[in-house]
């Protein structure tokens, strides 16, 4: 989804020179693998990791395919979308340009954060959202849809993921490069593990990451006599150790991954 993301905004843009329309393009085109997801693996009852793996493995090849086909293997400079600076406060010493000098899409992704809590765990949608995720049947029971709950989350998920995408063409690289995720989809499911299943846990966690690997770079441009091989593998071990347990027991829901039918209820 992320990869998809990205090519999808880069292409677009590319065709339209319109950064908006590549992000457009790329939440919709999210929307369509989150669809493709939850039909495989809501209705079809085809196992998760079987589905999810094989359309990691389509998104790379078809990206990469089309990618040479539209820039001719090289890294098309594309518009991007420029920080927002917010005078006086942009000129606050460390702070202001860590937080008064940003993106519109950092500013969207504080609200969502805020947004996502409140509405997981202070809205009837929330409710069923989770319910759905512990005891499929509840809700069922209640006379609610299980699979359509489901397929409404894959699919906004796909959205948001091929948001992040769209960030990385649009906003911090601003062009196409094949593989340009470079697992960072892995490290976002690691990023929830080590959040707790939680919004504002998942946040921090990402911020963690995203640190670590700020550090790696950081420490490569000071010519620090260490292989750069290495300090590629940091974001990747926190990683792992966040999946290890480095932050102790992460409790996912209970019916993650497990199909759901009428039949199932007892």
């Known amino acids: 989804m992320l990869l998809t993301g990205a090519f999808t905004s880069a292409a677009t843009t590319f065709y339209t020179g319109n950064p908006w329309l590549g992000i457009l393009a790329a939440v919709i085109a999210g929307g369509l693998v989150g669809l493709l997801h939850a039909f495989l693996s809501v209705t ?10 094989a359309i990691n493995l ?3 090849g078809i990206t990469s395919f089309l990618a040479r086909l539209i820039f001719n293997g090289s890294t098309q400079r594309l518009p991007g979308i420029e920080a927002i ?5 942009s000129q606050i010493p460390i702070i202001g340009k860590l937080l008064f000098q940003q993106d519109i899409f950092v500013y969207l992704l504080l609200l969502l954060i805020i947004l996502t809590t409140y509405i997981l765990y202070y809205t009837n949608f929330g409710l069923t959202l989770r319910a759905v995720g512990e005891y499929p049947p509840a809700v ?3 006379g609610l849809s299980v699979s ?3 397929y409404c989350a894959v699919i906004i998920g796909g959205c948001l993921a091929s948001l992040g995408g769209a960030y990385l063409t649009s906003v911090q ?6 593989g340009m995720s470079a697992g960072k989809g892995f490290i976002a499911i690691a990023a929830l593990i080590f959040g707790k299943w939680h919004p504002v846990g998942s946040a921090l966690a990402s911020l963690l990451f995203g640190a670590t690997e700020a550090l790696q770079l950081r420490i490569q441009a000071l010519g620090v006599n260490i292989p750069y091989q290495f300090l590629l593998m ?5 990683a792992i150790l966040a999946l290890v347990g480095l932050a102790g027991k992460s409790t996912p829901p209970k019916a993650l991954g497990i199909p759901y039918f009428k039949s199932d209820r007892q």
């Open 44 to 53: 079809l009852r085809v196992d998760q990791l079987v589905s999810g793996l």
């Open 58 to 60: 389509v998104a790379s």
């Open 85 to 89: 600076i917010i005078p006086g406060l």
């Open 140 to 142: 069922d029971t209640a």
């Open 148 to 150: 359509s709950v489901r």
């Open 173 to 178: 690289i601003r062009f196409f490069a094949e």
């Open 234 to 238: 940091l974001p990747y071990l926190i």
